[in-house]
């Protein structure tokens, strides 16, 4: 037995709230595409990382030939699906790592069902532990694809694909990277360890994820096709004047974003300034946010 096990966790179908309706097919089966193009092939990608688990929580509310996809995708091991009506809850994924560890550490590491991580990914994580009780670790670099098989770079602070160190205590639950009430404010509950790498993971910006603002400039696709094992369809060379064209039309659009919306373009700087320190660590606090801050402060009377 090692020192840690390591788990990547997902939720897919899981309802929030109890009594909440199962996800309709057409979304099942929407999501599961970028599943099967982005998530399944990036784990599946991995090089260089001790064993770890990859545990996939579903709703078994589902139509028979959903679960049987699903099933046959999960036949070689690449994940386990866990199948529950269960509303959502941290402790779900804390009873099922509880249920396949023995090891005095765990390592949670997140992934939507949509998104993906570079083949190194779960590797670097692995690197960064030394027996913490309990500390966060970041990669504060990734990037986005859009629908258009566009590429952007992406900073982000406390982002979500969020990993959690910690020791286990016999007889007490483990807390899993899902225990933060939000990826944005997990330095609430421990330090969050920012580190500098290449591009670590990818976000999928699509209709059904409109939470997933690009903010960062268009960049070349190459540092994707170098850094991801993908199924999903991206422009993966484009050429020199169309690439220059396409970054200047989006500078356009991202003055157009900050004026709609002023928190990006402090999210953007943020995340950013984060990436330039370097590798360092957020000691344990509040776990707010610089746009938090900026708008307490513009609360306070007299501000």
Same mark, same amino acid.
Request: proline share 8%; glycine share 6%.
């Given at each position: 037995?090692?020192?840690?096990?390591?788990?990547?966790?997902? $939720?897919?179908?899981?309802?929030?709230? +109890?009594?909440?309706?199962?996800?309709?097919?057409?979304?099942?089966?929407?999501?599961?595409?970028?599943?099967? /193009?982005?998530?399944?092939?990036?784990?599946?990608?991995?090089?260089?990382?001790?064993?770890?688990?990859?545990?996939?929580?579903?709703?078994?509310?589902?139509?028979?030939?959903?679960?049987?996809?699903?099933?046959?995708?999960? *036949?070689?091991?690449?994940?386990?699906?866990?199948?529950? %009506?269960?509303? @959502?809850? +941290?402790?779900?994924?804390?009873?099922?790592?509880?249920?396949?560890?023995?090891?005095?550490?765990?390592?949670?590491?997140?992934?939507?069902?949509?998104?993906?991580?570079?083949?190194?990914?779960?590797?670097?994580?692995?690197?960064?532990?030394?027996?913490?009780?309990?500390?966060?670790?970041?990669?504060?670099?990734? !990037?986005?694809?859009?629908?258009?098989? *566009?590429?952007?770079? #992406?900073? /982000? !602070?406390?982002?979500?694909?969020?990993?959690?160190?910690? #020791?286990?205590? +016999?007889?007490?639950?483990?807390?899993?990277?899902?225990?933060?009430?939000?990826?944005?404010?997990?330095?609430?509950?421990?330090?969050?360890?920012?580190? %500098?790498? &290449?591009?670590?993971?990818?976000? !999928?910006? %699509?209709?059904?994820?409109?939470?997933?603002?690009?903010?960062? &400039?268009?960049?070349?696709?190459?540092?994707?096709?170098?850094?991801?094992? =993908? /199924?999903?369809? @991206?422009?993966?060379?484009?050429?020199?004047?169309?690439? *220059? *064209?396409?970054?200047?039309?989006?500078?356009?659009?991202?003055?157009?974003?900050?004026? #709609?919306?002023?928190?990006? &373009?402090?999210?953007?700087?943020?995340?950013? =300034?984060?990436?330039? $320190?370097?590798?360092?660590? $957020?000691?344990?606090?509040?776990?707010?946010?610089?746009?938090? $801050?900026?708008?307490?402060? #513009?609360?306070?009377?007299?501000?």
């Amino acid at each position: 037995m090692g020192d840690f096990d390591h788990f990547l966790l997902t $939720r897919f179908s899981a309802v929030l709230v +109890p009594s909440g309706p199962p996800a309709d097919e057409e979304w099942l089966w929407y999501r599961l595409g970028f599943f099967v /193009d982005a998530a399944l092939p990036s784990v599946a990608g991995q090089r260089g990382a001790a064993p770890f688990r990859w545990l996939v929580l579903l709703d078994d509310r589902c139509p028979d030939d959903f679960r049987s996809q699903v099933e046959e995708l999960a *036949a070689d091991g690449t994940f386990t699906p866990l199948w529950t %009506h269960e509303p @959502y809850r +941290p402790g779900l994924f804390a009873r099922a790592a509880a249920e396949r560890s023995a090891a005095p550490y765990l390592i949670t590491t997140r992934l939507d069902s949509d998104d993906a991580i570079a083949t190194d990914h779960l590797a670097a994580v692995q690197g960064q532990f030394a027996r913490q009780e309990r500390h966060f670790v970041n990669f504060t670099r990734g !990037v986005q694809l859009d629908r258009s098989g *566009a590429v952007y770079r #992406r900073d /982000d !602070v406390s982002g979500p694909f969020l990993s959690l160190i910690e #020791r286990r205590n +016999p007889g007490t639950p483990p807390l899993t990277v899902y225990a933060a009430a939000a990826h944005t404010r997990a330095r609430a509950l421990a330090p969050v360890l920012e580190v %500098h790498a &290449p591009p670590m993971w990818a976000q !999928v910006v %699509h209709g059904s994820n409109l939470m997933n603002i690009v903010n960062g &400039p268009r960049i070349s696709p190459r540092v994707v096709n170098e850094r991801f094992a =993908l /199924d999903l369809a @991206y422009r993966r060379e484009p050429s020199l004047p169309r690439l *220059a *064209a396409e970054k200047a039309v989006h500078r356009a659009r991202l003055l157009a974003l900050g004026i #709609r919306h002023p928190s990006e &373009p402090v999210k953007y700087a943020e995340g950013r =300034l984060a990436y330039l $320190r370097g590798t360092h660590l $957020r000691p344990q606090g509040d776990g707010r946010t610089l746009m938090d $801050r900026i708008t307490a402060r #513009r609360r306070r009377p007299g501000a």
